[in-house]
């Protein structure tokens, strides 16, 4: 998505816009970013963004239980027929060879320092049209069993949804027996139930919460008692926005407040003359212009048509609506400030001080983790 892609399709909507991403993250103090990986190819190509942006980004290599049996399972036969691509639960031939090639990626991620986790990794019974159960642990565990094969320790990022118990029965043997320290991980974007909490908080693992982990009065509920030595706030862009619809959405409050500071630069004038009705709007709760991804290229044209007329603005504009555009629905790492207000609510903690305390801890969690 932040090159321009969406829903698999191979016409662009818009031009690269990673750095304006980053842009916009830095101006509000969001200043390293952890890449998390899907596949083998991901796990090895996101070297090349650690580089390009390098003090930018670190990543993470592993595959997530939604690609493993695209990675490493015999596709079935179709007979000829054209349709979407199924998997038996036969493993592929080369199958060692390619948790192999993991293994060297780690290692030589780890090296150049840009590998800070082992990861993504888990199960995901909800979208069990990717990959079955059956699949799924059988790589969690092959993947895992890689852990005994590494030189150094690394930290897990844990992928669980609606599937706590087999996830916990799966880790136990690998936490006991050291392969796993105790709490050398996050079980991240979680959104189970109480009981289910306490039982990863058993196995000592951090717990990662973003928009996905906000949807309902119940969610919130629980994310209301992770202990804030446990807590992690993340974004998991360009997924798990925290949208109007969701439970969370009411303890947001717009630009500036004590998450998002006001900055004080030329933003632009709000519309292209006197229209009765702007040709672009702000989002209502950061202070860039928020448009359809189809419409990048027409707000880039409002913008210069508009200082080529003379009107007071930049085309560099850090914030208003000359800015470079947030897309909707598409979720960004600035907007792991949204994460921290709602925590912070939740919490019930509202004093400057104490949110500084609170918000902190959770940076210190992060940063002691991933180091």
Not at 32 to 48: N, V, Y
Not at 231 to 253: F, G
């Amino acid at each position: 998505m932040f090159q321009g892609y969406y829903n698999g399709s191979s016409t662009r909507k818009h031009p690269c816009d990673i750095e304006d991403i980053i842009q916009r993250a830095h101006l509000f103090n969001v200043d390293k970013m952890l890449i998390t990986a899907s596949t083998i190819k991901e796990s090895r190509d996101h070297f090349e963004l650690c580089e390009k942006y390098a003090n930018q980004f670190d990543s993470t290599a592993g595959v997530h239980p939604c690609s493993v049996a695209s990675e490493f399972y015999q596709k079935k036969n179709n007979n000829g027929e054209e349709k979407e691509v199924e998997y038996t639960n036969e493993l592929r031939e080369d199958v060692d060879q390619k948790l192999e090639e993991l293994r060297r990626i780690v290692i030589e991620g780890y090296n150049l320092g840009h590998v800070k986790a082992f990861g993504e990794i888990g199960l995901d019974y909800d979208r069990l049209h990717y990959s079955t159960r059956e699949q799924q642990i059988e790589m969690f565990r092959k993947q895992l069993d890689l852990l005994k094969k590494l030189p150094f320790k690394l930290p897990l990022f844990l992928h669980m949804r609606a599937a706590c118990d087999d996830f916990v029965n799966i880790l136990k043997p690998y936490i006991e027996s050291g392969v796993v320290p105790k709490g050398n991980g996050v079980v991240h974007s979680f959104t189970g139930d109480e009981d289910e909490l306490q039982k990863i908080l058993d196995l000592g693992f951090f717990v990662g919460v973003n928009g996905c982990s906000l949807k309902t009065e119940e969610n919130v509920k629980v994310a209301a008692k992770i202990p804030v030595d446990r807590l992690m706030i993340e974004t998991d862009a360009p997924w798990c926005e925290v949208r109007k619809s969701h439970a969370s959405y009411k303890y947001i409050t717009p630009y500036p407040n004590k998450f998002y500071p006001k900055i004080e630069v030329v933003a632009g004038s709000l519309s292209s003359g006197n229209e009765a009705k702007p040709a672009f709007k702000l989002d209502e709760n950061l202070p860039f212009p928020s448009i359809k991804k189809e419409a990048y290229e027409k707000h880039a044209n409002f913008v210069q048509s508009n200082i080529d007329a003379g009107q007071e603005g930049s085309t560099n504009a850090a914030i208003g609506i000359y800015s470079k555009p947030m897309i909707k629905s598409r979720n960004e790492p600035v907007e792991v400030g949204l994460i921290a207000k709602i925590l912070c609510k939740i919490h019930g903690i509202d004093e400057d001080d104490k949110i500084e305390k609170f918000i902190d801890q959770i940076f210190a969690n992060s940063c002691n983790l991933f180091k």
